[in-house]
């Protein structure tokens, strides 16, 4: 069932009208495009208005210039779907230039950041009282002494530095699995 179109001859030549420039076709789309933007719902402010009739009629025009395009229903339907969508793009650039003052930015640190630090370093201390003595002392002289392979190497005499990496390697890796495992006690 083929879908009638309305008045094809009128809206066609009210489109032919209108991309001429006659004077009472450009008057009534700019009638129906203000209708969209008086919209209460809108809250346009009426300096802003014009520039949006502009963009609008712009946007008719390249729309209806297309090679091939054929009007579904009215012109007056498509002039109000153009106009709302750029009454709905100045609205969206419009929420993103708000300044927000610099009185109201808060230089803390972020709430939830500091309470996974705080839960993790609590992991981690559990997971590293139930290493054995010896990964605490690596991990401890490594990270907290910040000594290097070749010097702890030196203080053991007789644990070459590949030896004392793979241990580290062993000793992360079960510390990384106890503070996965852990649970806090509240």
Same mark, same amino acid.
Not at 26 to 51: F, Q, T
Not at 145 to 155: A, G, N
């Given at each position: ?69 054929? +009007? *579904? ?14 009454? +709905? ?32 370093? %609590?992991?981690? *201390? ?12 690596? +991990? ?34 079960? %510390? ?11």
């Amino acid at each position: 069932m083929a879908v009638a179109e309305k008045q094809p001859d009128r809206e066609n030549q009210l489109l032919r009208d209108f991309t001429r420039g006659e004077e009472e076709a450009v008057r009534k789309v700019r009638r129906w495009i203000l209708d969209v933007l008086h919209s209460a719902r809108l809250n346009i402010p009426y300096d802003e208005k014009e520039d949006l009739v502009q963009d609008t009629l712009l946007s008719l025009i390249r729309t209806t210039s297309k090679e091939g395009f054929r +009007i *579904r229903n009215d012109l007056r339907s498509l002039t109000h779907r153009i106009a709302a969508a750029r009454a +709905i793009d100045w609205i969206r650039r419009r929420r993103f230039n708000i300044p927000i003052p610099e009185s109201l930015a808060s230089w803390d640190p972020d709430p939830e950041d500091q309470l996974y630090r705080k839960e993790m370093l %609590a992991r981690l *201390r559990i997971a590293l009282n139930d290493l054995s003595a010896s990964c605490k002392d690596l +991990i401890r002289q490594r990270f907290l002494e910040e000594k290097s392979y070749r010097q702890i190497s030196e203080e053991y005499g007789e644990a070459s530095i590949g030896a004392l990496r793979t241990r580290m390697y062993e000793c992360v890796r079960i %510390a990384r699995r106890l503070v996965g495992r852990k649970p806090l006690k509240a």
